[in-house]
């Protein structure tokens, strides 16, 4: 995996002493809101069948973003391989880095070189439906949606009810053909 950069953010592949930071971001109740309802993650009490990722440092396919200017950590984005041809795109920031455009700029830099660099033919991700912002940044990094699902969970959270939305972009949409 390579290192990625963009304007303000590195972007490294994970390593075990990112750790702390990622279970820091479990740990904000705000942060896991659109994904466990806002608990806080306790590691030893995990859900082991949990659809969210809780990276750890050592997995393939995460990368821990920094601030380029001053190292400060601000999250982790993935480009998670589904299968032939198509990866999943996920990323998760913490709550004072939100709403300056760094979801966007990581995941355009992720997307860039799923296609660029190992020959992905679609990239996908997906949000509960009412996650606005994580909507947004979809949609400003070209992805568009593709259809919505409605799961029956066992112990829902607020806002399961209205679904989760897929969205997606392909080699040829990226390329702007």
């Known amino acids: 995996m390579a290192v990625l950069q963009t ?23 705000e942060v ?27 997995e393939p396919y995460v990368w821990t973003a920094r601030r380029t200017d001053g190292n400060a950590f601000v999250g982790w984005f993935c480009l998670w391989p ?9 990323y998760r920031l913490r ?11 990581g995941a355009s830099a992720l997307i860039d070189w799923g296609f660029g660099n190992e020959g992905y033919d679609r990239i996908v991700a997906c949000t509960m439906a009412v996650n606005r912002a994580s909507r947004r940044v979809m949609e400003k990094v ?11 969970w066992s ?16 080699r040829s949409e990226w390329r702007g053909g």
């Open 82 to 90: 589904e299968k032939e041809g198509e990866a999943e795109l996920g």
């Open 142 to 152: 070209g992805m568009t949606h593709i259809r919505t699902d409605h799961i029956e």
């Open 32 to 58: 896991m809101l659109f994904l466990n309802g806002g608990r806080a993650v306790d590691r030893e009490e995990a859900d082991p069948d949990a659809t969210y990722l809780m990276p750890r440092g050592t």
């Open 95 to 105: 709550r004072m880095d939100w709403g300056q455009g760094l979801a966007s700029e």
């Open 155 to 170: 112990d829902p959270i607020p806002g399961a009810e209205e679904g989760e939305v897929w969205y997606a972009v392909t």
């Open 7 to 29: 304007m303000r953010l590195t972007l490294t592949p994970c390593r075990p002493g990112d750790l702390a930071d990622f279970i820091a971001l479990e740990r904000d109740p």
